[in-house]
């Protein structure tokens, strides 16, 4: 591979400002314009929803993944994790180059906390092998994350070759930072802001920083950059920060 592979992971809180205030899926497409990343992780993306799309004057009138790829990304795969009465939401992977196969794997750890794994395997230009893509966002209690820790791990035992390059990324609601150690014992897995920087990005709330929940987990990549996106124009779009890496096949 002669060029790197650039990456972002955004939780984007339904395309809604902090309190669902506003309607911030515009700017966010914009924003993500700006990045010049191959490949995003995207977190809480609205599927549908009637109620809101009848509130906010400029609601989208297609689905939010596809209207975020917008002319940027030519294609995108999208898991529905949690359904209700009035839309669904769940987590998106947008590409510049084609996805070859793509599944979303229910890992919800209890009835009350639908959430996904989205796994697309992806065609980068000058690899060999495909770029194995994992988008998760990880429940809020400690039980519910260890055991959808273990259905991650099991699933990259089992679809993902041991030489195969694989980004696993997302919102990870880590708050105690166990995380990091698990899939690097289990998987080999390094983070990529750790290894850059020395330390996991703070990202949560983004008009403040102060919590290490957003990550990036790579195997047979060096990363070459990590920045966190914070700043007024950020942090008004959604209440995470997003994160990007700079990547070359190890």
């Not at 993306?45 to 906010?56: D, I, Y």
């Not at 529905?80 to 979303?104: F, Q, T």
Request: charged letters at 20%; proline letters at 4%; hydrophobic letters at 40%.
């Amino acid at each position: 591979m002669t060029h790197p592979l650039h990456i972002a992971s955004y939780n984007i809180h339904k395309g809604l400002s902090q309190f669902n205030r506003r309607l911030t899926v515009h700017e966010l497409r914009d924003r993500l314009g700006t990045l010049g990343t191959d490949i995003v992780f995207l977190q809480e993306v609205q599927g549908s929803h009637g109620l809101r799309a009848s509130r906010f004057q400029h609601w989208p009138n297609r689905p939010q993944t596809e209207f975020l790829a917008g002319h940027i990304y030519t294609d995108f795969a999208y898991g529905k994790n949690c359904v209700y009465d009035m839309g669904h939401h769940g987590n998106a992977i947008l590409s510049r180059y084609k996805i070859l196969a793509w599944e979303n794997e229910d890992i919800s750890a209890h009835a009350y906390e639908s959430r996904g794994m989205l796994h697309c395997e992806i065609e980068v230009p000058g690899m060999e092998l495909p770029v194995h893509c994992i988008n998760v966002h990880l429940g809020l209690t400690e039980g519910g994350r260890k055991r959808q820790l273990a259905m991650i791990a099991a699933r990259v035992r089992t679809m993902v070759p041991d030489g195969a390059p694989l980004i696993l990324a997302g919102d990870f609601n880590d708050w105690q930072m166990r995380v990091g150690r698990y899939f690097e014992h289990e998987l080999g897995l390094v983070e990529v802001f750790e290894t850059h920087h020395g330390k996991s990005a703070r990202s949560y709330p983004s008009f403040l920083p102060m919590f290490q929940l957003d990550r990036i987990y790579v195997r047979r990549f060096s990363i070459q950059a990590a920045h966190v996106h914070t700043g007024n124009a950020w942090h008004r779009i959604s209440d995470h920060a997003a994160l990007t890496a700079e990547l070359r096949l190890a």
